[in-house]
């Protein structure tokens, strides 16, 4: 099995900043795929930002030049600096990892347990 583990959320004044973390762990072949996902309150979970094994990246309109997605493949961890926040970033975070399990050998998709990020003075 494939575990995420997040960290980082919490509540920051419009104009500040937060550093999501998600470490991935288990039985892992190789991940490809990294991203964030958001839920705001009463709406659908969105996509914020991706980044593929290459380090190709992958933005929502509304955050770009804003956040900044990275990974660190020998942590097998996804992180999202978040700049200039804003209250309607305001929603509960969430990392999504795509990969191959090394147990089954079969691809994996896996979902964090989510955080939340509060915008507000």
């Known amino acids: 099995q494939v575990h995420l583990v997040e960290s980082g959320g919490g509540l920051v004044q419009p104009g500040g900043s937060l550093r999501l973390s998600c470490a991935a762990s288990?039985?892992?072949?190789?991940?490809?795929?990294m991203g964030w996902y958001r839920q705001p309150p009463g709406k659908q979970r969105e996509l914020v930002a991706g980044?593929?094994?290459?380090?190709?990246?992958n933005y929502k309109d509304s955050v770009k030049g804003r956040f900044t997605i990275s990974r660190d493949n020998a942590k097998n961890t996804v992180y999202l600096q978040m700049n200039s926040l804003k209250p309607e970033d305001t929603a509960v975070y969430y990392c999504?990892?795509?990969?191959?399990?090394?147990?089954?050998?079969?691809?994996?998709?896996?979902w964090g347990q989510g955080t939340q990020v509060t915008v507000s003075s």
């Open positions: 980044i593929t094994s290459g380090g190709s990246t």
């Open positions: 999504n990892v795509e990969g191959v399990d090394s147990d089954v050998v079969e691809p994996f998709d896996s």
């Open positions: 288990g039985t892992i072949y190789t991940i490809y795929t």
